[in-house]
């Protein structure tokens, strides 16, 4: 097994091996994750409990299981994977991935698959699917996902995981088992549905992804912070259809997720170099919100 040692003495738990069938571990409560993010090379993220992964990277052996693919764009260190995982999903008699991605995207990716159909000279099982904003796309259990604005270089899209919750409505909360059955028989709706907003995921987008409100309000927000000091200017950042550290800063008050959680970035930045900046500019109180996901260097 390919292995890359890394640890963090501060955190504790980021003790772990980087292993191509497992990517790196992220856990939160009782969320769990698994993946890989470099900015430009490589950035593919999966979520077992609702059988879902965001992004592909270049290809990884921990993301065959994943049934549902969630793709934010098509630059090749998120989306050049999918021949790859297309074909080990065929090799291992999976069924065949459904994989959503910004419109656009479809036909150059299904010519790409039409390439690799005739050098394999196989044709394989996927489907390709766009959906609009606010639509829902179903997963697992009582997960599904909606997408929100992201603002790249190419076309591009978020995408946050809700969970669905049945509860009894607050007016009839007290109320015996017997009362509840007469309210039943009545006729009376007794429970109600709530959408538990729990992961977003950004890809590659500018700061502006912020005003959407459901990206915001996820419990835990995986967003990209690709640039963290003067090496790169905001002004770069932007061109690029990038973040850099220096406008997330003045913003982190206004986002209500528990937990941020730092994606993508640049190689050039050790994950000491970010660590030093997060410790020297970060206001205390907000601090215990950022957590950079592991990484390799
Ligand atoms: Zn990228
Ligand atoms: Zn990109």
New binding site residues.
């Given amino acids: 097994m390919v292995g890359t040692r890394c640890s963090d003495r501060r955190s504790g738990n980021w003790e772990h091996t980087l292993s191509l069938a497992t990517g790196y571990p992220f856990t939160y409560r009782d969320l769990r994750l698994t993946g890989y993010s470099l900015?430009?090379?490589s950035?593919s993220i999966g979520f077992p409990e609702a059988d879902v992964l965001f992004d592909v990277a270049q290809g990884l052996p921990y993301q065959t299981p994943f049934n549902t693919i969630l793709l934010t764009?098509a630059?090749m260190?998120?989306a050049s994977g999918l021949p790859y995982l297309i074909s080990q999903k065929s090799m291992q008699s999976r069924p065949k991935p459904l994989v959503i991605m910004p419109k656009e995207a479809i036909d150059p990716l299904k010519r790409i698959m039409s390439i690799w159909h005739e050098i394999d000279q196989f044709e394989y099982a996927f489907e390709f699917k766009a959906v609009a904003q606010g639509e829902n796309i179903p997963l697992k259990g009582d997960f599904f996902a909606r997408s929100f604005p992201t603002f790249h270089r190419v076309p591009s899209q978020g995408y946050t995981i809700f969970k669905t919750k049945r509860r009894l409505r607050p007016e009839f909360s007290g109320r015996t088992p017997h009362e509840l059955g007469a309210l039943r028989k009545a006729g009376e709706i007794l429970e109600e549905t709530l959408e538990e907003n729990l992961i977003s995921y950004t890809?590659?987008t500018r700061i502006e992804f912020l005003e959407s409100d459901q990206a915001r309000k996820s419990k835990l927000l995986f967003m990209?912070v690709?640039y963290w000091d003067s090496k790169k200017s905001v002004e770069n950042a932007r061109e690029w259809g990038?973040i850099h550290f220096d406008e997330l800063l003045p913003r982190l008050d206004k986002i209500e997720a528990e937990k941020i959680v730092l994606i993508?970035a640049s190689a050039r930045h050790t994950t000491k170099a970010i660590r030093d900046i997060i410790e020297d500019r970060v206001p205390e109180h907000l601090k215990p919100k950022l957590v950079l996901f592991p990484r390799p260097v």
């Fill in positions: 900015a430009g090379i950035t764009h630059h260190d998120h890809g590659d990209e690709t990038h993508h």
